[in-house]
């Protein structure tokens, strides 16, 4: 039976994730070519294509990274294909470079960027805002508040973007990436053929004597698309009170719901922005002129707020306006948070304080999970170089590695950084370095900084962690992989022969589960100077079971003879294992059987899974 994605018809109903909804839109504009680098809050938009790839009227791919995944885009949009490439907020920042040239180039066939944004940083290593990309590169953007409008806005935001020949941003957030409601479908079209590539080097080759002219019509462009904002259905104008609330993505929702549970919505005036670069400057205006004061609200930084300052300033309006000075630059909005503060503004009684008491929970932090084969790396590598080296740590699950007792990362810029700016630490300082990133981050961006530790001539040690998979955003293949969800990779590429090619010699492979060995092949590493290169291979079990279909056939157990001293929990903290009383025990259900703490405790003993 078809997906009813794919199938659905016009007027269905679905209850779908928010990404569920982009992918659904994305088909019924007839897409063509998706490109993406997993990221999360985006990951299940990739995730989904490609679990219909079988079976859907596109082509889709992961790309090694996101710069690459927006050229490739970008190359199918240039021939006339309606492209979607998806990402996280920060990986924005690694196709910045061809992103700002595509604002110039344009996009005949039309190219949507999903950039999921993460206010709070509940997966990301910052909450930038890349709205502001929008504004540096002159990029139309579309902010969904429901599913139904990330469906919509996908959708339109495709087509837009064709009609226009420019790329669009779609930018959305955790909350809207990840909430769940109602979506009803509309047609989906064959997507047909791409129009192929039409030359036109004074259109596609921006040398400074052909980008000057472009920027120009870039210009053009948006004008065009400031008057299609204008007239925008997602843009409105709700409300004549007195109180102007003006507000964009995610925030629209917040807005809504604090005034339909207040009952203040007949004291307010309510902008409500889903298309809102570029600024649909008449409807702003005539909002301004309507009420007394505006309150921004709108997560992050004052993007909407400076654009409506500088609209009040130069029509020489005497309307105040609130926005940041009263509501938090940093991370994610509430209702209640939203409520307090129209209160505020209207000079209305705040509600009473909850008096409930809230039970003190304890923290629970992410950890490695049990029989991850990164805590045996970063187990054996610390019982060689201890706490003399300095860890430089990447993106991934291996990051969980900061904690204790591993305490293996100890600092981070972004991702493929470890090799590179682990190489600064030891060029700057003259101390040990061990570099630590994963197999995905490895053909991400770990190449490069390989090839520079060769050229300089860096004293460095890179372990590549290598689990088979792109475990921490779903397990998604890279180059490096043999087998995926959906079928066999036939032609692998080999991380070994990847950096013997760029000039590394010293070279091991190692099981980290084989501890012995694990051990031997970092001591014989820690005498040699220069650039080596430790691969650690094992696949992550949740991924070995998921595609492989491989179980160990046993578990571990805490023996009789167990002294309580705990050494197993405390140099290993595996969160199968606990205490159970004044001894160690190990929860049949969690364990993986890697068999690791085996090796740590002579009192712990393997026996048959089930048994």
């Given at each position: ?429 003259g101390q040990t370095v061990v570099a630590f990133l994963g197999d995905s981050t490895f053909f991400h961006s770990g190449l490069t900084g ?162």
């Amino acid at each position: 039976m078809a997906n009813p994605l794919l199938a659905g018809t016009a007027g269905d109903t679905h209850l779908l994730l928010g990404n569920e909804a982009i992918v659904r839109g994305a088909v019924e504009a007839g897409i063509q070519v998706v490109t993406c680098y997993p990221g999360t809050p985006s990951s299940e938009v990739p995730d989904t294509f490609y679990r219909l790839s079988p079976e859907g009227k596109y082509s889709f791919e992961y790309s090694v990274n996101e710069k690459v995944a927006l050229e490739v885009a970008a190359g199918a949009t240039l021939a006339g294909a309606k492209a979607l490439c998806t990402m996280k907020h920060v990986g924005v920042n690694v196709a910045a470079d061809p992103l700002m040239t595509l604002c110039y180039v344009g996009a005949p066939g039309g190219l949507v960027l999903l950039s999921a944004d993460d206010p709070g940083c509940h997966s990301s290593q910052n909450e930038q805002d890349n709205r502001i990309y929008a504004r540096l590169g002159s990029m139309p953007v579309l902010e969904p508040s429901t599913a139904q409008e990330a469906k919509d806005m996908a959708r339109d935001g495709i087509l837009l973007s064709k009609k226009h020949g420019a790329p669009l941003l779609l930018r959305t957030t955790t909350r809207v990436n990840h909430l769940r409601g109602p979506v009803e479908f509309g047609d989906a079209p064959d997507p047909g053929k791409a129009e192929g590539f039409q030359r036109n080097p004074s259109k596609y080759v921006p040398i400074p004597a052909f980008a000057r002219p472009m920027h120009l019509a870039l210009m053009e462009r948006m004008e065009a698309l400031r008057e299609e904002a204008e007239k925008s259905p997602y843009n409105t104008v709700t409300g004549k009170g007195t109180l102007g609330i003006a507000c964009s993505g995610i925030s629209r929702a917040y807005v809504a719901d604090a005034l339909a549970e207040s009952g203040l919505a007949d004291k307010c005036t309510v902008l409500d922005l889903g298309f809102s670069n570029p600024l649909p400057e008449t409807l702003c205006l005539d909002f301004l002129k309507s009420v007394d004061k505006v309150l921004v609200v709108e997560e992050l930084e004052p993007v909407l707020e400076n654009d409506l300052r500088v609209l009040a300033q130069k029509n020489e309006l005497d309307v105040k306006i609130a926005g940041k000075d009263v509501l938090p630059r940093n991370g994610e909005f509430s209702v209640t948070m939203v409520d307090d503060v129209i209160r505020e503004q209207l000079g209305e009684p705040a509600l009473p304080a909850c008096d409930c008491v809230q039970p003190e929970l304890p923290m629970r932090p992410p950890n490695l999970c049990a029989g991850c084969p990164h805590r045996g790396t970063y187990f054996a590598t610390k019982q060689v170089f201890g706490d003399e080296a300095v860890y430089s740590s990447d993106i991934g699950c291996y990051t969980l590695g900061i904690l204790p007792p591993l305490q293996a990362a100890d600092f981070l810029v972004c991702m493929g950084s470890s090799i590179s700016a682990g190489g600064g630490v030891a060029k700057a300082s003259g101390q040990t370095v061990v570099a630590f990133l994963g197999d995905s981050t490895f053909f991400h961006s770990g190449l490069t900084g390989i090839a520079n530790a060769v050229f300089n001539k860096h004293d460095i040690l890179v372990v590549i962690l290598d689990n088979r998979t792109t475990a921490m955003t779903g397990h998604q293949p890279h180059p490096g992989v043999d087998k995926t969800v959906i079928g066999e990779n036939d032609n692998p590429l080999s991380i070994e022969e990847a950096v013997r090619g760029l000039g590394v010699t010293e070279v091991r492979n190692v099981n980290p589960f084989n501890q012995k060995k694990t051990l031997a092949a970092l001591k014989e590493l820690k005498e040699i100077k220069g650039v080596r290169v430790l691969i650690a291979r094992e696949p992550c079990p949740l991924y070995a079971r998921r595609v492989y279909k491989k179980v160990a056939p046993q578990v571990a157990y805490v023996a009789e003879s167990c002294a309580g001293r705990f050494d197993c929990l405390d140099k290993l903290a595996c969160p199968a294992m606990y205490k159970d009383g004044d001894k160690a025990a190990v929860n049949p259900i969690l364990c993986n059987g890697c068999m690791l703490c085996l090796q740590v405790c002579g009192h712990i003993k393997a026996k048959k899974r089930g048994s």
